[in-house]
């Protein structure tokens, strides 16, 4: 079944409504912070896990581990797919689905391209899109998910909506990320779960007339970025489907640089054990502290694409290991 909403965190939302939800769901350290208070807004409980440093994903031994121990459920598991990259992630969720039989699994695909091709999902519960800002193919608003039967779906298109509340709660997230204090979850109207505005179909052809402009827009500006760039600077091809992503040891000093030039970058999401958890998450720290995003959308040209480049390249100094090889994180 698909379901479709103003935002994918709506269709999270609803999701985890319909289910008995026996323990706290596992999520990866550099997730959206969205996802956390998803989670808290449906009082499911959640447990922050630290990601691989070799794929970006959460990682699977502490995933396995964590739902393998006795005497303590697990409700459920968020696969993020970092930058929007597509892995055959089928037998980790077997595997998991093995030790946590009653746990639901949600893989996240909000930074990958949206796709109409796959009418069911497989081992996972939910497979979740967005279209919203800032995600790979950008009309504004809206997401769906594609459920499996054992799913039940609660919307209630009725429940109130304030944007105020939104930003409210956008401003006290980001303030806690950034002082390293703990987040402090309360009550407000701030998901928008109206009905909406179009029929589905309407918005299925929105989303790919707007997927096959972007995609075009994107591959020219990635083919500066990869020509312009030093490649030990690189991600590797598979992690550039959201935006071009490089990793340097002085990414403050890039990012001065960027704009200084009157051009624009972003960093990837403080890890959310600053805030939203106990524990640490060295490797979403690393992410955190070296990974840079230069955009490859419509709010970038060809033009700034190659300035960007070339100070990446003039400024950027690589990352490097104790072996002298490089890394993901």
């Known amino acids: 079944m698909i379901v479709y909403e103003r935002r994918a965190s709506t269709v999270l939302s609803n999701v985890l409504r319909g289910q008995p939800v026996n323990g706290p769901f596992l999520v990866p350290a550099n997730a959206c912070p969205i996802l956390a208070i998803a989670?808290?807004?449906?009082?499911?409980?959640?447990?922050?896990?630290?990601?691989?440093?070799?794929?970006?994903?959460?990682?699977?031994?502490?995933?396995?581990?964590?739902?393998?121990?006795?005497?303590?459920?697990?409700?459920?598991?968020?696969?993020?797919?970092?930058?929007?990259?597509?892995?055959?992630?089928?037998?980790?969720?077997?595997?998991?689905?093995?030790?946590?039989?009653?746990?639901?699994?949600?893989?996240?695909?909000?930074?990958?391209?949206?796709?109409?091709?796959?009418?069911?999902?497989?081992?996972?519960?939910?497979?979740?899109?967005?279209?919203?800002?800032?995600?790979?193919?950008?009309?504004?608003?809206?997401?769906?998910?594609?459920?499996?039967?054992?799913?039940?779906?609660?919307?209630?298109?009725?429940?109130?909506?304030?944007?105020?509340?939104?930003?409210?709660?956008?401003?006290?997230?980001?303030?806690?990320?950034?002082?390293?204090?703990?987040?402090?979850?309360?009550?407000?109207?701030?998901?928008?779960?109206?009905?909406?505005?179009?029929?589905?179909?309407?918005?299925?052809?929105?989303v790919v007339r707007q997927r096959t402009r972007v995609q075009a827009h994107r591959r020219a500006l990635n083919a500066i970025y990869r020509a312009g760039i030093p490649l030990e600077l690189q991600y590797p091809d598979s992690y550039q489907q959201w935006r071009f992503n490089i990793r340097v040891a002085n990414a403050a000093n890039v990012l001065a640089a960027l704009f200084g030039a009157g051009l624009f970058a972003s960093r990837h999401y403080i890890p959310l054990t600053r805030a939203f958890g106990m524990g640490e998450a060295p490797n979403a720290e690393g992410v955190y502290g070296h990974v840079i995003n230069l955009f490859n959308d419509f709010y970038f040209s060809v033009e700034q694409a190659h300035r960007a480049a070339d100070i990446v390249s003039r400024v950027g100094v690589p990352l490097e290991t104790r072996t002298g090889n490089l890394r993901y994180a």
């Open 39 to 206: 989670l808290l807004a449906a009082r499911v409980p959640l447990e922050l896990l630290d990601i691989s440093s070799t794929s970006l994903e959460i990682d699977p031994d502490a995933a396995l581990a964590r739902a393998n121990k006795a005497n303590r459920s697990c409700g459920g598991l968020i696969f993020v797919r970092p930058y929007g990259r597509l892995t055959d992630a089928e037998p980790f969720f077997r595997e998991f689905r093995r030790h946590a039989p009653d746990a639901i699994i949600v893989d996240d695909r909000c930074l990958c391209s949206p796709s109409f091709v796959r009418e069911r999902a497989n081992v996972a519960d939910l497979v979740l899109y967005s279209t919203g800002r800032a995600k790979a193919v950008d009309i504004g608003w809206g997401g769906y998910g594609v459920l499996t039967e054992r799913c039940i779906y609660v919307a209630d298109h009725a429940a109130p909506f304030d944007l105020h509340d939104l930003q409210r709660l956008t401003d006290d997230y980001k303030q806690a990320l950034a002082a390293g204090t703990k987040f402090e979850y309360a009550d407000m109207n701030w998901l928008d779960a109206r009905k909406p505005h179009i029929a589905w179909n309407q918005y299925r052809q929105c």
